[in-house]
């Protein structure tokens, strides 16, 4: 209040006025509802929380803010168990291309998912890519690869590059690209000691590749137990444990 003026000290949000008083900098009017909040809750009721779920959208991000600053969101809006039973599945967009036998990954910083390769409803096999954007529920044409690929390991590392591996573009294929997120252009990357296609890939650091087994060829008895190490600063690839 104005009697209190000159005689506050700010300590961030707070002001501790010369007897040790606590004044906080904080929205009043949320305050107000906060603070019946806890005295409702401090006697038990179980609908304490009422006012405040019942507040208007306009309202609503304040409150959230002040929420938030108090630690007191979770309080008023608890996390949802998790349970299968109520799960469901709900229609998503629609890609630009229709595909099978592709990859897809989800890319750092909330870049949103990254569709890559595959084939059509003919056969033929894909060097295109398609970025999902969550928040807008969109696609959009990603950068091409340099070859057509299907049933390729696909991989995102820490420093947002996106590294595919092998695939079929008729033949198995033994080699990889590279999409740097800087320029959004594949390159060339280091090839593997085998040709696979349908291996699973994972990053093992930012700049190491673990790719494992697949198929070397499309008929049955090609199935591989092995694995390789690919290593993006040296352009190597090793042999890993074998399954």
Known sequence: SGRHEGRLQPDGEKFIDRNGMVFINRNGEMFEHILEFLRAYSSGDENASC????????????????????GLKSAIFPPVPYNIDLAAFSTGPEMLSKRWGFEAVVLPENRGVLVVGGQDDDGKRLASTELLDMEKQTFTPGPSMGSRRSYCGTVA????????????????????????????????????????????????????????????GYHTRTSLSTTEIIDLASGASTPGPEM
């Open 51 to 70: 006012a405040i779920r019942a507040l208007p959208e306009s309202q609503m991000v304040a409150m959230l803010h002040e929420l938030e600053y108090y």
């Open 157 to 216: 590392l820490e420093d947002s590059r996106v590294v595919v591996v092998g695939g079929s573009n008729g033949n198995i294929l033994s080699t990889s690209e590279v999409l740097s997120p800087s320029t959004d252009t594949w390159s060339p990357g280091p090839n593997m000691a085998s040709s696979r296609y349908g291996s699973a890939s994972l990053p093992l650091s930012s700049a190491r590749i673990l790719v494992i087994g697949g198929a070397s």
